[in-house]
């Protein structure tokens, strides 16, 4: 049973940058192809980042591409999601995912292991 917990999120105003960090335990996260979400108040969750298992391939939402970028330590056990030229709208709690397939799936339900979320909050 793989356990997440992410760490690192805060208030930050627009146009500043935070790194998300997503620490794994009871599994090694090199085998699974990891992702963030995030979920705004009242909104449905929504992909934001994946990389793939075993290389490193990431794939990202249209709304964060050049702005965001995914990364995976496996001597640590983690992934991170750095945040770069950050805008209100993206104001959510952004989740880490896991599951052992070799495609990012964008789709949440395909994924098997959640962290608890961390709060990122933008302000204008």
């Known amino acids: 049973q793989v356990q997440l917990v992410e760490s690192g999120g805060g208030l930050v105003q627009a146009g500043g940058s935070l790194r998300l960090s997503c620490a794994a335990s009871?599994?090694?996260?090199?085998?699974?192809?990891m992702a963030w979400f995030h979920q705004a108040p009242g909104k449905e969750r929504e992909f934001v980042a994946g990389i793939r298992r075993f290389v490193p391939v990431t794939y990202y939402a249209d709304s964060v591409k050049g702005r965001f970028s995914i990364s995976r330590d496996n001597a640590k056990n983690a992934v991170y999601l750095q945040m770069n030229s950050l805008k209100p709208e993206d104001t959510a709690v952004y989740f880490c995912a896991a599951q052992s397939s070799d495609v990012i799936f964008t789709n949440g339900e395909v994924y098997q292991y959640w962290g608890q979320g961390t709060q990122v909050t933008v302000s204008s």
């Open positions: 009871g599994g090694t996260i090199s085998t699974y192809t």
